[in-house]
Each structure stands twice: as structure tokens, then as C-alpha cells.
């Protein structure tokens, strides 16, 4: 799976996760069939437990869309529709803006599907977030993968999205469940690994990669304010903690 | 008579600062001197019967060393008084040969005592015995030789303890000198053998005796005629060690040489005072040090705790010698008021418990220039060398233990990870050698003797969080032992505890560490790294042997010098490294990619304590954004709290922040001047805002996952 053309942060750390997740059952002296039984069952539990979690989220950042409130996000994320679309039904009014985020042009979905809801929503440009900041109330993002530092792995943008709002006091909420958690500790930008930045058909094809434009960004925790997970709302550095009830 | 004359000639050139007090009883002398010279001259012929000399042939039989205390007292009225004391000049002569004969004596009851070296003891009994012996002067002509036994005894003592302290310190003496007093503290090791058990008596009395003897002494000076010495009588009882050498000077050479012998004495009468001096300061130390193993001394003693004992013997004749030598240069003009003082603590050492006179010992040890600052008087300063010798050696501290104690002390053993190994490897040399006394439990006992060790240790050089965290695992583990285990086993299960321990926590959690950083170093990268770290080191030597190039800054200072030792390691594993000052951070630190630095403790708040400029060198990468990682195994974390470098530091020595090389250093002086105190802190605290990873064997983590490390490990090893 990592070596399809999808972006890879989550699909490395969701199977990472489900690896552990299978193995960790008690295997005692049993047959082989048993075992493979087992894995099996942990497996559907597995997959149930993923699927809850993206409803899980979107209740726990219910609260946080208050009525009458600007939300500003990049790109599209399944996370962020799903709980827009549960605080439209609960009928509070809110105004969204969405960044187009080229090169594939993904925010322009996420504003037809939104305004097929009944919000209200306004396309713009990437390179307006500066603009725009000033009049937004928060800055609500999914994210592909949040790292062991407490900072996410987004789409590429979200960096400099995050640093505007710093800069002008806005909370940024991340609304991200947990099999995205990864144990990767990026320093810096050019830290993160190739696989997550470029789709490896490029990188298979050995181009210069200095010459292609990454697909994700890496956002510090300085610039988190909240994470929402379906294991609670979470601080930046609770995610460490966290990660390592998961993995150890 | 040639003598007097002689002798007045030099009480002129004896010269001591006069106090106010000194002042005062030289006064009160001056005129009782005047009255009794005048009583003297009255009671001239019966003065001569009454006069020690003549008691003395009594005594020599019985008491050949007290003697030669009461001729020392004589004598050094003669020299320092007027050339009315015929009488006693005339004595001296006689005295002299007597003292010849008694320093036979007393060199052969010393040859038969000399191989119990109980110096020590003799020292404590030292100043008490200046003051019998005084007493004695005045005692014996009164009393009868019936109620003088106690006398005698003490007199004994005094005499050679007086001498044996003196011995102890002997390297300024003449050699003449030394050869007597040589001879004299054989004989009082010798006595003291003898009285150890009636020390616990005697104490007592002796304290007395010394406020009684110091009376006698008094009078004794104001009877005789003296002027311009006055100030002697201070230094009472150094003189009286003095005159007992100035009278072996004057036995060995007879009459014709005794000018030339008198000249001589005021010379070694000068260090000797300084020499004695400082003897009765240590002595004062010692003495209290040794009121816990005489009370042990019923108990069976291994040969590692002989040793042990020796050792610690050994080491405070050697501070004592340093002491001497020391305070010799520094105590000059503290000397009249400081032999009083020494001596009234002595006392009071005496009659005070064990813990009690500890306390007295460390507010007295307290170095003077850090009661100037205010600010730090609550951090340990442990580099003072005074206070090194002062701290109590237990007699029952295994050798390994007292080895490591003192290397730490001088900073021979320095490095968290040094520093841990080197107190788990005497660790498991005292767990060996530990033999169980009858009706303990092995872990009780081990315990106990854990816990006198790890005092010592600790009053040594504060412990670092490896340390703290060693010996709470081998406690926790040690109590964890059934009640019933055999002694073999239960030595077994600690030794392959404590090899567990550093193997597992200190090498392989190195490796994983190694392994890990080694991902964030990419080729082609500058690295940094600030002071002296071994697994900083490991690291970068370890990523170089992998194949991976890089270029390595090391950044040292002035007080830092073991930066120079990691470069010079570093090139010989060849690396590229460039060294650099830290102030010259500021300059290259937009061409690094990442610094790497070690700690010496984590704290829970995420706040790293390491040496003293990593917070700066922090604080400089941050602002150039530079990822910062600090690498610890997790037996670093510790789990304290702290926000700045003020509440918990440790002090080092300050005259490390003196330039040796610049001659004319303003800072050359600053013991002299009030105004002026350098201060060395050794550690600071990096907050958490500025370090962007803790690299553990565990994980690569953020600074304030601190918590959440500890909370593992106490699941893991329940300490």
C-alpha cells in the first residue's frame, strides 16, 4: 500500500497500528487455525474501532463551532465535513472559507459538498490566508499524520496557514483520529521522511526531487492549539504520552 | 649569667600582634609580675628549694616526660623573662641533662609502643595536655606526688600529645627537633595505648583540667618576672611545646653553642608555634571524628575496615599536614586568639554527642568567601579544600568507598554516566567485601552500611540524578530481598544487579541512542555540540563509523576544558571538527544544522540541567532555529522540579575563573579583598521551550513527555 499513488502518512501509521494492535493479543499454545482466528476477530475490531472514530471526533469538536462563528480550513478532510455537517443538522449557523490548496485543487470538492449541505461556504486562494485571517474566529484542519513531537503532517500549506494564525491569536483546532498517530519525530521540514512528501511514483521514477513540489507539510506544535481525537482532546504534548500507551 | 643575658636579648625579636585582650592581661601581668619579682627577690633562697628543679629528681624516676613538660614551662619563662630569674636560668642547665636521659627513657617505651599508630588520639589529648601540664607546674610544687597520679597520667599524655601533634606536622621543624619529638610521640602513642580506656574518663577531667591548667599557667607566668613577651602566654601552650624543643636543642649542644642554639629555638619556636597551631586546629576536627570509633571499638574489625581506618588516618595527617601548611600563611595574625578558640571547642567537642559536634564541624567548615555571597549560601560548595578534611571519615567506610569519595571531591571522576559507573563499581566492591555482624539481617546490615557510604559520598561532591537513581534501585532491590536469603546468594543477586544495571541502562540504552540520532544526521550536516559528553561522543563516533559524513563543532570555555579532551578524541576517530569558544557561537550558529548536546539530569517539567552554557547555547540555536536535541538515558530523569539554575546548583572552585595565564589577573587577589567574589555555578537549567527533543533509548520525545518516561519506569523496576 505505501507504494501507491495516495498520500502515505496515514496508511503507514494506520497499518503500524493494526499490526500491533492484532499481535497484541495473548497467543497461548494453540493451533494454528486458532491464532489465525484471533488475528481475524482483532482484525474486524480493528476496523470497527476506525470506523467509529471519525464520529467520535466530529462530536467531541461539536462544541467548539459556536453559533455565529467563522471557520476557516485548508483543503478537504473527511474529519472537518463530517463535523461541519453534524453542527449544520444541529442547526447553528456558521460561515465557512475554504482554501483551494493546489496542485489537485481537493478544496474545491469540499466546497461543493459543503454548500450541497446547506453551509454557507466560500472558495478562495491559497495565498489569501493572510488576508483572510483577520476575520475568521478559528482555523479547524484534518491531518494526514500527527507525529511524535505533537505536530501534524498536512497538506502543503498548512504550515504557513498555521503561522498566520499564530501570529494573529487564532486558535488552531486539528481534528484527526488516532491510527494516524505515528512514531516519526521530524526536526525540521526536510526531516520528513520521502515517502510521505512525494507520491512514489515519483520518487520511483528518480527525478530530481529538489525540482518537485512536496505533498504535505510538516506543522510544529507550537502552532497546535487542540488536537480532537477519538481518544479525547488532546494538548500537542499529550500526544507523546499518549503514543506511548499505544505503541509500548 | 650568660644565659640571661642572652635570653633577654631575644625576647626583643620576638614579635606577636597584640590583640586588645592580649593588651589587657599583659597588663594584669606586668604588675603581678612586678609584685612577685618583687616577692622573689624577698624570698630568694627559699625560691630554691621550692623551685621545680629540685622536685625534679624526684620526678624523674616516675614521670621522665612530665618532666620535661615542667622544665618546657620553666624554661620558657626563662627565656622570655627578665634576668631576675637567675634561679631558673641556673636550673636549666640541670634540666637539660635530665632531659636527656628522660628522652632515652621515652624513646624506648616508644620503640615497644610504636607500631600502634594512634597519633590521633594523641593529638586529642594534645591540647588538654598543654594545659595539665601547666597545671602540673603549679600542682606539683603545692601537692604531693599522691594526689598527682591523675596528674601524672594527664601529664603523660599532654606531654606527648603536645609533641605528637606537633610530630604530626613536623615539616618545618629542625631536624634536631624532629628527632625528639620523634622519640617523645613514640612514647605518648605508647601512653595513650595504654589510657584508651580511661579516655572515656579522662574527658571529662580533661576539661576541666585544661580551664584549670590554663589558671595554673597564668599564675605560673605571673610569678616569674617577665616584660615585653607578655604575648606569649597567649600562645601558651605552643610555647610549652617550644621550650620542650628548645630545651632538646639545648641538651644536644652544650654551652659553648648555646647562643648559637638560642637563635636556633627563636627560629623553630616561630614555626613551631605555627605548626602547633595548626595541629590543635585539626586536632579539634579529629577529635570529634574519633568519638564514634572509639566507641565501636569493641566490635570486630574486618582487615578492608583496618584498612579503611588507616586510610582515613592517613588522609587527615595529610590534610592536617596541607592544613598546616595552609594556615601558616594565611593564620599568622589570627594566631593568638585562635588557639583559644580551638581549645574551648576541643572542650566542648568532648562533652557533645557524635551528630552535635558533626554540626559544629560544618558550620565552622563553611569556606569563608561563600558566606560574602548572599544569594548562594544555600548551595553546596564541596571544592573548598578546608572543608574536604574536615568532613568525618567513618572508620567502617570501605577503602573503595573513601577512594571514590576523594576522586570525587578532586573531580578525577567527573560525567554523569562516569560518575554512576564509578559509584556502582565501589558498590559492588563493598557488597564483596561486606561481611555480616552477628544477629543482623544481610539486608539490615548491608543497609546501614549503604547509608554511612552514601553520606559520605554525598557530602564529598553533591550526587548527580544518575547517581540518586542508581542508589534507588540497588535500595529498592536490596529491601526487596527475602529475610531468610542466604549471604552467598544475596551477594550474587546484587552483583549481577548492579552489572544488570549498567549494562542495560547506561550501554545499551548508549546504543539505542547512537542508533537513533544517527537517523537525524544526515550527510553533509554541521553538528554542534557544547561541553563534554560521553554519549554525545559515542554518537557522533559511532554515525561516522556507519558511513555517514558530517562536520563536528565543538564548543567549549574557558571553565569547559574537557571540551578540548572530546575534540581531541573526536579527531582521533577522524572526524572533521572545528573547536570554537562559546562566545563565538553567535557567529557560526547559521551555518549548523543541528546541535546535540548531553544532560546531566531531566527534570519533570520537561527543564534540562547540564553544564553551565547549554542553556545559552540553547537559547542562541533557537533563535537561529536550529533544532536543538538533547540526548539522556532515561536513568537521568529525575524527578525534581525546576525553573531556574538558582535553587539547586552546585558551586565549583572559584579560583578555576582566574586567567592563569594573564600574571597581573585583577581577580589574582580577591581572597584579600571584601568587595570581590568569584562565583562558579557548574550546572543551568535549558527550559523546555528551547530543546526540541530528548532523544531516549525509549523513543525520541518532546521535553514534556518527561513525566510520562518516569511513569514507565516505575511500572517497569517499581522504583
Known sequence: MRHCDQPVAAISSGCELFMRFITFAKIDVKSFEECEQIMLQRGHIFLNQLLEARGKVAEQALPFISDGCKILTHSRSRVVLQAMLEAAKANKRFQVFVTMSCPDNSGELMHKQLVSAGVDATLILDSSVGYIMEQVDIVMIGAEGVTESGGIINKIGTYGLGMAALELKKPVYVLAESFKFSRIYPLNQQDLPIEFKYLSSVIKSKKNLSQEHPLVDYTPPAYITLLFTDLGILTPSAVSDELINLYL | MVLSKTNSEISPTIVFQLTTSKKRRIRRKKLQA??????????????????????????????????????????????????????????????????????????KLAKQKAKKGEVVQNEVIGTQSIKDTTKSDKDIPKQNSDSGDKVKKELKNTSKDKISKVTSTVIKSKDEVDHLVDSNTLVNIGNVQKENLDKGQTSSEKSKEEVMAERAAKKAMKQANKKGVSEMVEVDKKNLTEESKKESL???????????????????????????????????????????????????????????????????????????????????????????????????????????????????????????????????????????????????LHP??????????????????????????????????????????????????????????????????????????????????????????????????????????????????????????????????????????????????????????????????????????????????????????????????????????????????????????????????????????????????????????????????IDKSDENSPLKDWRSNPNLTPLNLLYDVTPPSLVTAVVTELAILPCTSAPVVLRTKLAEHGV
Not at chain 2, 627578665?82 to 627513657?105: F, H, V
Not at chain 2, 544481610?442 to 552514601?454: H, I, K, M, N, Y
Open chain 2, 250 to 396: 639545648l641538651k644536644d649542644d652544650n654551652a659553648a653553642e648555646k647562643d648559637m642554639t638560642i637563635k636556633d629555638v627563636v627560629e623553630t619556636l616561630k614555626d613551631i608555634a605555627n605548626v602547633a597551631r595548626a595541629v590543635q586546629d585539626v586536632t579539634a576536627i579529629v577529635q570529634s571524628i574519633h568519638l564514634e570509633p572509639k566507641k565501636q571499638e569493641e566490635s570486630s574489625k574486618s582487615k578492608a575496615e583496618l584498612k579503611a581506618e588507616r586510610r582515613a588516618k592517613q588522609e587527615a595527617q595529610r590534610a592536617a599536614k596541607q592544613a598546616a601548611q595552609e594556615q601558616k600563611v594565611v593564620k599568622q595574625k589570627q594566631a593568638p586568639s585562635k588557639p583559644e578558640k580551638t581549645v574551648t571547642d576541643v572542650a566542648k567537642l568532648s562533652k557533645e554527642e557524635k551528630p552535635k559536634a558533626k554540626l559544629t564541624e560544618k558550620t565552622k567548615s563553611k569556606p569563608q568567601y561563600i558566606q560574602r555571597i548572599n544569594w548562594f549560601q544555600h548551595l553546596s560548595t564541596g571544592h573548598e579544600k578546608e572543608s574536604l578534611k574536615n568532613i568525618a571519615i567513618n572508620s567502617n
Open chain 2, 400 to 657: 573503595a568507598i573513601v577512594k571514590l569519595g576523594v576522586q570525587l571531591a578532586s573531580r578525577v571522576v567527573a560525567g554523569s554516566n562516569a560518575r554512576c559507573i564509578a559509584l556502582l563499581d565501589a558498590l559492588r566492591k563493598m557488597v564483596t567485601d561486606y561481611t555480616l555482624p552477628a544477629k543482623t539481617e544481610f539486608a539490615r546490615g548491608l543497609e546501614s552500611q549503604l547509608t554511612s557510604s552514601v553520606e559520605y559520598l554525598w557530602s564529598m561532591r553533591q550526587p548527580s540524578a544518575s547517581q540518586t537513581n542508581a542508589i534507588k534501585y540497588f535500595r529498592h532491590n536490596l529491601t526487596q530481598l527475602p529475610n531468610n536469603v542466604n549471604e552467598h546468594d544475596a551477594k550474587k543477586t546484587l552483583k549481577d544487579l548492579i552489572d544488570n544495571y549498567v549494562r542495560e541502562q547506561i550501554d545499551k540504552a548508549g546504543e539505542a541512542i547512537s542508533l537513533a540520532v544517527r537517523e537525524k544526521i544526515c550527510n553533509g550536516d554541521n553538528i554542534l555540540t557544547y561541553g563534554c559528553s560521553s554519549l554525545v561522543e559515542r554518537i557522533l563516533v559511532e554515525a561516522w563509523s556507519a558511513g555517514v559524513r558530517f562536520h563536528v563543532v565543538v564548543v567549549g570555555s574557558r571553565l569547559q576544558r574537557a571540551a578540548i579532551g572530546l575534540l581531541r578524541r573526536l579527531c582521533t576517530a577522524g572526524l572533521p571538527c572545528t573547536y570554537l569558544d562559546i562566545t563565538a557561537v553567535s557567529y557560526v550558529i547559521k551555518k549548523i544544522n543541528k546541535v546535540i548536546v548531553g544532560a546531566g539530569s531531566l527534570l519533570v517539567n520537561g527543564s534540562v540541567l547540564s553544564a553551565a552554557g547549554t542553556a545559552q547555547v540553547a537559547l542562541l540555536a533557537r533563535a537561529a532555529n536550529v533544532p536543538v536535541l538533547v540526548a539522556a538515558e532515561t536513568h537521568k530523569f529525575s524527578d525534581r522540579v525546576q525553573t531556574d539554575a538558582f535553587v539547586y546548583n552546585e558551586i565549583g572552585d572559584p579560583d578555576e575563573l
Open chain 2, 34 to 107: 612586678a609584685r612577685a619579682c618583687h616577692n622573689n627577690q624577698q624570698k630568694k633562697p627559699t625560691d630554691a628549694k621550692n623551685h621545680p628543679r629540685e622536685n625534679v629528681p624526684k620526678e624523674v624516676g616516675e614521670n621522665p616526660i612530665s618532666v620535661i613538660e615542667q622544665i618546657g614551662n620553666e624554661l620558657k619563662e626563662n627565656i622570655k623573662l627578665d634576668s631576675n630569674t637567675n634561679n631558673l636560668t641556673m636550673s636549666s642547665k640541670e634540666k637539660s641533662r635530665e632531659e636527656i636521659l628522660a628522652a632515652r627513657e621515652a624513646k
